[in-house]
T-cell receptor, first 114, second 114 residues
Framework: NAGVTQTPKFQVLKTGQSMTLQCAQD?????MYWYRQDPGMGLRLIYY???????DKGEVPNGYNVSRLNKREFSLRLESAAPSQTSVYFC?????????????FGPGTRLTVT | KNQVEQSPQSLIILEGKNCTLQ??????????LRWYKQDTGRGPVSLTI?????NTKSNGRYTATLDADTKQSSLHITASQLSDSASYIC?????????????FGKGTTLSVSS
């Protein structure tokens, strides 16, 4: 039982390049989330998926797109990376909505955009 | 705007000593309050979750308290160990929101030295 896995662990992009961050969970959770964590700031929600087939914007969605590929997988895409997107990205999952259910986080992807 | 403020920003203590971390919030109403531990280079891991009607909850050497009247919570760590060195994040849930319900504090960085 690996929990929440993320790939890649590290990535360096040039401004304007695109990439997709992958996330998978093996806990049969319904809800999945993408957060970013920046120095001196709390975790901020980018997008979430309450259940398979649905996605919604979070607090900071601009510059990102997501795909809930199936119940296990939730990917985050940067179409044209900008230096402001340099951050650590965390995927999380929960059995149900965030109000009631505990969120389990992946190990993170450290992204640098030059 | 709903906020979660943590203090101190950082703390250094000797191994074996106790310490208390503080969390003040303005979220109202709120459903529950959580404390997470985040080791360097890892994702956050849940320590405790308390509903508004609970005053205290323990998880081993970690004890969280909640005063919903004053909107304050604390995390007390007893007999600290080197492995307690981490960032501790306070998270408050806003029941008026859906997927964006969790509001994260910036964290307190604890360093335990021998």
């Amino acid at each position: 039982n690996a929990g929440v896995t993320q790939t890649p662990k590290f990535q360096v992009l040039k401004t304007g390049q695109s990439m997709t961050l992958q996330c998978a969970q093996d806990m049969n959770h319904n809800s999945m989330y993408w957060y970013r964590q920046d120095p001196g700031m709390g975790l901020r929600l980018i997008y979430y998926s309450a259940s398979e087939g649905t996605t919604d914007k979070g607090e900071v969605p601009n510059g990102y797109n997501v795909s809930r590929l199936n119940k296990r997988e939730f990917s985050l895409r940067l179409e044209s990376a900008a230096p402001s997107q340099t951050s650590v990205y965390f995927c999380a999952s929960s059995e149900g909505g965030p109000l009631t259910y505990e969120q389990y986080f992946g190990p993170g992807t450290r992204l640098t955009v030059t | 705007k709903n906020q979660v403020e943590q203090s101190p920003q950082s703390l250094i203590i000797l191994e074996g000593k106790n310490c208390t971390l503080q969390c003040n919030y303005t979220v109202s109403p709120f459903s529950n309050l959580r404390w997470y531990k985040q080791d360097t280079g890892r994702g956050p891991v849940s320590l405790t979750i308390m509903t508004f009607s609970e005053n205290t909850k323990s998880n081993g050497r970690y004890t969280a308290t909640l005063d919903a009247d004053t909107k304050q919570s604390s995390l007390h760590i007893t007999a600290s160990q080197l492995s307690d060195s981490a960032s501790y994040i306070c998270v408050v849930s806003d029941p008026t929101q859906a997927g964006t319900a969790l509001i994260f504090g910036k964290g307190t960085t604890l360093s335990v030295s021998s």
